[in-house]
Structure formats: C-alpha cells, structure tokens
C-alpha cells in the first residue's frame, strides 16, 4: 500500500493522520453539541411546558365542575360568582399556551370554543338549579340542558386528555432522540478513532518493517568491511530515502 511512497513522506504522515483524525472529532463534538443544545432547548421551552399546561387545564376543569356541583347542591347562588374567576383563570392558561412553539394552535382555538360552549352552559343550569324561580319562560327544558352539559363536558375533557397523552407522548420522543444523538456522537468518535489507528498502526508497521530491512543491510555491510571485503562492498537502500 506504501511501497511506491517516500519515506520521508510516510513519516510526514504520521502526524498528518493524527491531526485529521483529531480535526474530525472535535468537528464532530461541536456539530453533536450544537445539536443535543437545539433538542434539549426544544424539550425545556416547548415538550415540558406544554405538558404541564395540559394537566393544569385538566386539573382547572375538574375544579370547575366540582365548583358547580358544589353550588348546586349547597344552593348557594353567591358560590357561582367564583366560576367566573376559575373561567378566566382557564382561559388564561389556555392562552399562555398559544406561545409555546410546539403547540397547535388550531388545537388550543377547539379547547377554547368547546370550553366556553360548555361553561356558559353549565353556569346558567347550575343557576336555574339553585333557583328555580329566576328561570323564565323562554329558557329551555333543564333535563335537556343537563345532558347537553354532561355531552359538552365529556367532549372537552376527552380532548383534553387525549392533548395530555399526545403532550406525554411528544416529550418521551424527544428525550429520546437526545439520548439516541448522544449515542451516535459516541459511535461516530469511536469510528473514527478505530480507523485513525488502524491506519497509523498500518504506516508505523511499515515504517518499523523498512527501518529494520535498511538497518540488516547495513549490519552486513559493516560486516563486510570489518572481513576486509571491500569488493562486493554495495549497499541496497529502497527508494534511496
């Protein structure tokens, strides 16, 4: 493989080699550390926060509706006005949720809409409960209105978990692509400094291999000259380096 080359030039390779080898791998780190940088940036400022906005939901609107059933069966008209502070509290939870970068918007516009369907409706049947008297005559059947609340209930909690899941979900994946970026970096230096020695293994063989060759020829040459031989004296050097 290196007969044809100088040996002033293998040996200049030998350092050659190890600076590339060393190039490659800091090069290498740099780009993987620049990346893992992007991934955990992305897992801290948009999987987890978005996961924890989505129980925080979850855990307002069951809140909400133990507000409500707390009113209605202690009959307390005044409790409901605390609804409308839990409402707003929910509302704005939803919408510190729009900055996040990974969330759908278009996701968070239907938790919206289908939350305040639901609480308009809930906190006019909770008061036509507590007060039967105020209702008038225009307002709709209360069965009917119950299991339309119940239905919008249901809905808005179903979509919510099923956000939390997909949150959940989203979060684990990106913590393990870091995991597997990390892993591959390692692979990849490991790689590179497997063939890095067995080529710097490779030219010191053949250098060891021709410094030994030239060093047995002049031992037989010294030989000679000591016998007095000075007639078949040669001296056989490869490539005359």
């Known amino acids: 493989m290196f007969r044809n080359l100088k040996f002033s030039?293998?040996?200049?390779?030998?350092?050659?080699?190890?600076?590339?080898?060393?190039?490659?791998?800091?090069?290498?780190?740099l780009w993987m550390g620049e990346e893992n940088s992007r991934q955990l940036k992305a897992v801290e400022?948009?999987?987890?926060?978005?996961?924890?906005?989505?129980?925080?939901?979850e855990e307002q609107l069951t809140t909400i509706q133990r507000m409500l059933q707390d009113a209605v069966m202690a009959a307390d008209s005044e409790a409901l006005?605390?609804?409308?502070?839990?409402?707003?509290?929910?509302?704005?939870?939803?919408?510190?949720s729009r900055s996040n970068p990974i969330r759908d918007k278009?996701?968070?516009d239907s938790i919206e809409a289908k939350f305040k369907a639901y609480i308009a409706l809930a906190t006019a049947t909770s008061r036509r409960m507590i007060d039967p008297d105020a209702a008038s005559d225009s307002d709709s059947d209360l069965t009917g209105d119950l299991e339309q609340m119940k239905d919008r209930f249901n809905e808005l909690r179903k979509e919510m978990e099923e956000t939390t899941t997909s949150d959940r979900a989203a979060m684990t994946g990106a913590f393990k692509s870091a995991t597997?970026?990390?892993?591959?970096n390692s692979?990849?230096?490991?790689?590179?400094?497997?063939?890095?020695l067995a080529l710097l293994t490779m030219l010191t063989a053949f250098i060891l291999r021709v410094v030994t060759r030239d060093l047995g020829e002049?031992?037989?040459?010294?030989?000679?000259?000591?016998?007095?031989?000075?007639?078949?004296?040669?001296?056989?050097?490869?490539?005359?380096n």
């Open 187 to 196: 692979r990849t230096v490991v790689i590179i400094t497997v063939i890095l």
């Open 180 to 184: 597997d970026a990390v892993e591959g």
């Open 81 to 96: 006005a605390e609804i409308t502070t839990q409402r707003d509290k929910f509302l704005g939870t939803l919408e510190t």
């Open 45 to 57: 400022e948009g999987f987890v926060p978005a996961l924890q906005l989505s129980r925080d939901l």
């Open 106 to 108: 278009a996701q968070v």
């Open 218 to 240: 002049m031992t037989q040459v010294a030989k000679r000259l000591a016998d007095g031989n000075l007639t078949e004296l040669q001296m056989k050097t490869s490539g005359k």
């Open 9 to 29: 030039l293998i040996i200049s390779m030998l350092p050659g080699l190890a600076a590339v080898g060393l190039i490659l791998i800091i090069m290498q780190s």
